[in-house]
């Protein structure tokens, strides 16, 4: 399965919800905001979110800024 | 000093700080701590897969400080809706500060798409503080299209010039029915208290205070020069003139004539 991460194409072998997604990159979901192809997901739902190819998925965080 | 209203709540400080360009988490909770400040700006960024960084959010007490995310970055209006958007998805209360900044030497707020993001974040719920360029009518068209404040911009961000639009925000101030938040381009405390002796409601900084050696003392500094800057512009600046005006009597001096 292809999935466009932050920009990035990776490729994987199974299938994912998006919350084996973050537990495969090691992110915590109170830490990171999911967009799955512009959509916002609300943490609730990263369960039972399954990711198909080609899927674009925007990972983000808050950091320091003015 | 006085409390500060913004969008009906209440804080007892009128320095905001932005949280960007601190040399270490250390020493931004520092600056936060010294600058005494109780709104601090945060920017939202992908997460850099390969190498994340820990929270910036387990440095700050969500108990002591608004959480304000900023829409850096974005070029365009609709940019700016999809970042504030997922700042409020990131679990922050719906405040934002909204920047839409094309040009990349100058970083100049464009007054069409901020007023277009402004409007649209209003119906969703936001409480906008629209960074904005000195302009007074811009200023009105912003209150009107319901932002919280306005800010505008002292000098560039990150120039340490000072309040370089001087004349403007003097009109903008005059105009305002909602905080004005100068902020941009002051680099010392000197000029934070220019800003608030005109009446600026508040300012908001960070270059200045990331980029010294000791940002927490430069944090102090500019919190007494807010305070400073405050106590000025509510005892009443006196008047300017051009002649001398003796402080001193001018009778009962030690000669006949």
Same mark, same amino acid.
């Not at chain 1, 950091?63 to 003015?66: K, N």
């Not at chain 2, 010294?34 to 387990?58: C, F, M, Q, Y």
């Not at chain 2, 719920?125 to 960074?131: E, M, N, R, W």
């Not at chain 2, 512009?233 to 003796?246: D, I, K, M, S, T």
């Given at each position: ?61 808050f950091?320091?800024?003015? | ?9 209440i ?7 932005? @949280?960007?360009?601190?040399? $270490? ?8 701590e ?6 601090? @700006? ?12 820990? $929270?910036?959010? $387990? ?9 304000? #995310?900023?829409?850096?970055?974005a !070029? ?10 997922l700042?409020?998805?990131?679990g ?6 909204l920047?839409? @900044?094309?040009d ?20 969703e ?7 904005m ?7 009105r068209?912003?209150?009107? /299209?319901?932002t919280a404040? &306005?800010? #505008? ?9 000072? &309040? ?10 005059e105009? /305002?029915?909602? #905080? ?9 405390? $000197?000029?934070?208290?220019e800003?608030?002796e005109?009446?600026?409601?508040a ?8 980029? @010294? ?9 500019? !919190? ?6 405050r106590?000025a ?7 300017? !003139? ?6 001193? #009597? ?8």
């Open positions: 399965m292809k999935l466009i991460i932050n920009g990035k194409t990776t490729e994987y072998q199974d299938n994912l919800t998006v919350q084996q997604l973050l537990q495969k990159l090691k992110l915590s979901p109170d830490q990171v905001v999911v967009e799955l192809n512009r959509q916002i997901l609300s943490p609730n739902i990263h369960v039972k979110t399954e990711l198909k190819s080609e899927d674009t998925i925007e990972l983000v965080q950091v320091g800024g003015g | 000093m006085d409390q500060l209203i913004i969008a009906g709540r804080f007892n400080s009128r320095l905001l700080v932005g @949280t960007g360009k601190f040399s $270490s988490n250390q020493a931004m909770v520092a600056a936060m010294h600058s005494g400040s109780e709104i601090v @700006t945060v920017a939202l960024r992908r997460v850099d897969i390969d190498n994340p960084d820990d $929270s910036l959010l $387990s440095h700050i007490d969500p108990e002591r400080y608004l959480l304000l #995310p900023n829409t850096s970055g !070029r365009d209006a609709e940019e700016a809706v999809r970042l504030a958007r700042a409020r998805a990131a922050c209360e719906p405040w934002v500060k920047e839409v @900044t094309p990349p030497y100058y970083l100049l707020p464009d007054p069409i798409e901020t007023l277009k993001a402004a409007e649209i974040l209003v119906k719920g936001f409480v906008v503080l629209p960074y360029p000195a302009d007074p009518v811009l200023a068209h912003l209150e009107e /299209a319901g404040t &306005v800010m #505008p911009l002292g000098a560039p961000i990150g120039t340490n010039r000072g &309040v370089r639009t001087r004349d403007l925000i003097a009109i903008i101030i105009q /305002a029915n909602v #905080p004005v938040i100068v902020d941009a381009g002051l680099g010392a405390p $000197s000029h934070s208290a800003a608030m005109m009446g600026a409601d300012v908001l900084v960070n270059t200045a205070l990331a980029d @010294t050696a000791d940002p927490a003392m430069m944090a102090q500094a500019f !919190r007494k020069g807010v305070e400073a800057g106590e512009y509510l005892a009443g600046l006196g008047a300017q !003139r051009q002649q001398a005006e003796a402080s001193s #009597p001018l009778t009962g001096f030690l000669r006949n004539n």
